[in-house]
């Protein structure tokens, strides 16, 4: 197949120049679960995440990825929970509260 590209190994001088982005550009957060439960996870991930170009209010992550699912939680219940505040505030109307994740312009 004339159109195939050979994948080039990865040299170390972008390994190394990815580690700095990524240490620039995201904070970690260990997650730890029960044995066993990471699998239950990473298959309801594969089912439920979003298909490839419905990407996140974050941006993050392509269909069926471990990382965007739990992402995509964490959103959703953050929004929830903020939403349920402000529905709990008397006289709060529901599309004026704030916004978790801030659209890229």
């Not at 040299?11 to 120049?17: F, L, P, Q, S």
């Not at 219940?77 to 008397?90: F, G």
Request: charged share 30%; aromatic share 6%; glycine share 6%.
């Amino acid at each position: 197949m004339p159109d195939e590209k050979k994948k080039r190994p990865m040299t170390e001088a972008r390994k190394a120049a990815n580690s700095r982005y990524d240490n620039a550009a995201y904070d970690k957060i260990m997650l730890r679960v029960r044995a066993g439960r990471k699998t239950d996870i990473e298959e309801h991930a594969a089912q439920y995440q979003p298909q490839a170009g419905e990407i996140g209010k974050a941006g993050y992550s392509p269909a069926g990825s471990l990382q965007g699912f739990i992402n995509r939680a964490i959103d959703e219940t953050m929004e929830r929970d903020i939403n349920d505040a402000w529905a709990s505030q008397e006289g709060a109307i529901p599309h004026e509260q704030p916004r978790i994740c801030q659209d890229a312009d």
